[in-house]
């Protein structure tokens, strides 16, 4: 199981950010498929999760309505859209999944909301 994930960076309060996972080594669409995120200092929280079809998606308080989760299971690919970034949203965001009663994650992709 491979996990990569994508699309971090600087961006300034109120502005967007698109992160992606590239997801190989296992049955891509038959698995339940998470972002989390760590700031320093911080433990590691559950930002967003997706079930296997999409059709089933689940927010933190923190981020309702501002992000959005979604996939691809034909690019074996899950997304996370992120709108209205605030400073308290810096952090390094994970891609997270389980298989077989195992985690897995990604190396992280730093996202710092600053100006």
């Known amino acids: 199981v491979q996990l990569v994930e994508s699309g971090g960076g600087l961006v300034q309060p109120g502005g967007s950010l698109s992160l992606s996972c590239a997801a190989s080594?296992?049955?891509?669409?038959?698995?339940?498929m998470s972002w989390y995120r760590q700031a320093p200092g911080k433990e590691r929280e559950l930002v967003a999760s997706?079930?296997?079809?999409?059709?089933?998606?689940n927010y933190a308080d923190s981020v309702k309505g501002r992000f959005t989760i979604s996939r691809d299971n034909a690019k074996n690919m899950v997304y996370l859209q992120m709108n209205s970034l605030q400073a308290e949203d810096s952090a390094v965001y994970y891609c997270?999944?389980?298989?077989?009663?195992?985690?897995?994650w990604g190396q992280g992709t730093q996202v710092t909301v600053s100006s």
């Open positions: 997706i079930d296997t079809n999409g059709g089933s998606t």
């Open positions: 080594g296992f049955t891509f669409s038959s698995y339940f």
């Open positions: 997270r999944t389980i298989v077989l009663f195992r985690f897995y």
